[in-house]
Nanobody, 117 residues
Framework: QVELVESGGGLVQPGGSLRLSCAAL????????MGWYRQPPGKQRELVAR???????DYADSVKARFTISRDNTKSTVYLRMNSLSPEDTAVYYC???????????WGQGTQVTVVS
């Protein structure tokens, strides 16, 4: 069983930055694809970015060049650095872990990011 603990959300002005963190407790982090998803108000959850155990990354077009996903395997933690935030980035951000060996999927509890003047 894997527990994902997120932190780093909050309120920020347009153009500002935030860094989200997600610590994976339990399980084998080395076989896990880590991802960040978000769910804007009234909309469906969408992929923001993901990173493989080998550190290959994939981003939604809307966040490319503004967001950076990274992972520290020694801390079993994934980060999402978000720059140049706009009100359109307002959402609940969820951490996801997909174990390539067991094919099990885990979700964090979500952290709110609000971008407002």
């Amino acid at each position: 069983q894997v527990e994902l603990v997120e932190s780093g959300g909050g309120l920020v002005q347009p153009g500002g930055s935030l860094r989200l963190s997600c610590a994976a407790l339990g399980g084998s982090f080395g076989f896990v694809v880590m991802g960040w998803y978000r769910q804007p108000p009234g909309k469906q959850r969408e992929l923001v970015a993901r990173i493989t155990p080998g550190a290959s990354t994939d981003y939604a077009d809307s966040v490319k060049a503004r967001f950076t996903i990274s992972r520290d395997n020694t801390k079993s933690t994934v980060y999402l650095r978000m720059n140049s935030l706009s009100p359109e980035d307002t959402a609940v951000y969820y951490c996801n872990a997909y174990n390539l060996v067991t094919q099990q999927d885990y979700w964090g509890q979500g952290t709110q990011v609000t971008v407002v003047s």
